[in-house]
């Protein structure tokens, strides 16, 4: 809801496509960079839809409530795919990633304490800047059930302008 919020302030005829990870599952990773004679395949199916959608994006918005202190499992798995589509020399999944901009939308239950959303900002400017992507910072609200950010007027008065802020080069 928040990001929608926030999405809504775009200038009129702005591309967007959302993307729900739950709706487009992934099969555990497996990290094979290290296994001799071992390489990665080609991706198919959700990941393949997630990696075209990936690449063709100027801004890519990552929406992850917080869970324990970090981005949800989907997102995780979703981000372990980059390790894999990074060695895969066809795709040039860095240089079509660099440039581009790495936002980040999350909500927390603790609402006197936004410092414990820091492992989930660290992981989304640390590939940001691992990827040579713009860091476009992160909107974060509060509530603990679905419909509970509704209720959290300073984030939504944020959203209102989150995607108008100045951009941070890592």
Do not use: C
């Amino acid at each position: 809801m928040l990001a929608r919020e926030a999405a809504q302030q775009l200038a009129p005829g702005t591309t967007q496509r959302w993307l729900r990870l739950h709706d487009l599952p992934l099969p555990r990773f497996e990290d094979r960079r290290h296994l001799g004679g071992h390489s990665f395949q080609p991706p198919v199916g959700d990941e393949q839809l997630l990696l075209e959608a990936t690449v063709e994006a100027t801004d890519l918005v990552i929406v992850s409530p917080l869970y324990w202190y970090a981005v949800s499992a989907d997102t995780k798995l979703y981000l372990d795919y980059w390790s894999a589509w990074l060695h895969l020399p066809e795709v040039g999944f860095r240089s079509r990633m660099a440039g581009g901009t790495l936002w980040g939308v999350t909500v927390t239950s603790h609402r006197d304490d936004d410092s414990k959303v820091d492992p989930l900002i660290g992981t989304l400017r640390n590939t940001a800047e691992y990827m040579g992507m713009n860091w476009g910072g992160a909107l974060i609200g509060h509530g603990n059930r679905p419909g509970d950010i509704r209720a959290d007027t300073d984030a939504l008065r944020a959203a209102k302008s989150y995607f108008a802020r100045q951009v941070a080069a890592v």
